[in-house]
């Protein structure tokens, strides 16, 4: 059976260390801010946002929610973002995403100045991601790799398989991988043999939607399971793309959902907010 990574407790232990360096920042006059944009009121963005501004109180950072109706325009939100950028006191600016139609989401993100991107969405973060050398990692993606970090495996020359190729999960999960020596390979909807490239996986990261696509027998015996998926059933609870079940009756390691990686990116946000005001601020990091 395989061992659960619990991503409640190791997000735990990073958040007692941003608590101690948010308190050490503000005994020197910084208190880290992070304004959080939601357009509408999509019940799953709501959920999102409300444990954004949780963990900011928790750990002292100065938290500013934008609650704008659904109509709001694409100058509206532009024009928000321009006076975050401006504001001093406000050091990470997230959006959170899906925005409504009538906003191109890519104008939105490439508007959010780049210092204060935290989601590390904006395209000169993600080039920097692509050379290897960045200030801010995407929060999923890297709670990803904290959580494949605690296992104690090694990922130089295993085999690494991504399901899903999203600019916010699959793409930038692939390129950490790879900086870490892994040989990755990007599976997708269109994978003709989905069944055999997983089953070759050594550490198998999944992050489609879709509820219990990778069954027992597409993970490798010993394999590092990471369930990114998060899809709401008819019965309110949540499903991983792994078959749970199954797939832990052949792993070495298996993350559950929920309690594996939903509570790792959010901790990872918290730590780019830090990371942003030390930056700001000119506090070596
Ligand atoms: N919507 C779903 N995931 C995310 C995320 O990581 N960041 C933002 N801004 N929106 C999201």
């Keep these: 059976m395989a061992q659960i990574i619990d991503g409640k407790a190791i997000s735990a232990q990073i958040k007692e260390e941003l608590k101690e360096e948010v308190s050490s920042l503000k005994s020197r006059g910084i208190q ?123 990922i130089t020359g295993k085999n690494c398989v991504v399901v899903g190729r999203s600019n916010i999960v699959g793409k930038p999960m692939a390129m950490l991988l790879l900086h870490k020596h892994g040989t990755v390979t990007i599976a997708h909807s269109k994978t003709k043999n989905l069944k055999e490239v997983c089953a070759a996986a050594d550490i198998l990261v999944a992050a489609v939607g879709v509820p219990k696509l990778i069954k027992g027998d597409m993970i490798k015996p010993g394999a590092v399971v990471i369930d990114v998926g998060t899809t709401k059933m008819p019965d309110g609870k949540l499903c991983g793309d792994v078959d749970f079940e199954e797939a832990s009756k052949t792993a070495s390691f298996i993350t559950p959902v929920p309690g594996g990686v939903g509570p790792m990116t959010r901790v990872i946000l918290m730590k780019n907010t830090v990371t942003a005001a030390k930056l700001q601020n000119k506090v070596k990091i």
Excluded: W
């Excluded at 109706?69 to 509206?76: D, N």
């Excluded at 899906?98 to 590390?120: F, L, R, Y």
């Design 32 to 154: 880290p801010g992070l304004a959080v944009i939601i357009v509408g009121s999509d019940p799953a963005s709501r959920i999102y946002v409300n444990l954004k501004k949780k963990d900011c109180e928790e750990l002292g950072i100065l938290s500013k929610e934008y609650a704008l109706p659904k109509e709001t325009t694409e100058e509206e939100l532009l024009g928000l973002i321009g006076e975050l950028n401006a504001d001093p006191s406000i050091n990470g600016i997230l959006v959170q995403l899906p925005v409504p139609e009538q906003i191109d989401e890519n104008k939105i993100i490439a508007a959010i100045s780049p210092e204060k991107d935290v989601d590390a969405f904006h395209a000169a973060n993600v080039g920097k991601i692509m050379i290897g050398s960045y200030s801010f990692l995407p929060c999923t993606p890297a709670g990803c790799m904290e959580l494949i970090a605690s296992t104690g495996v090694d």
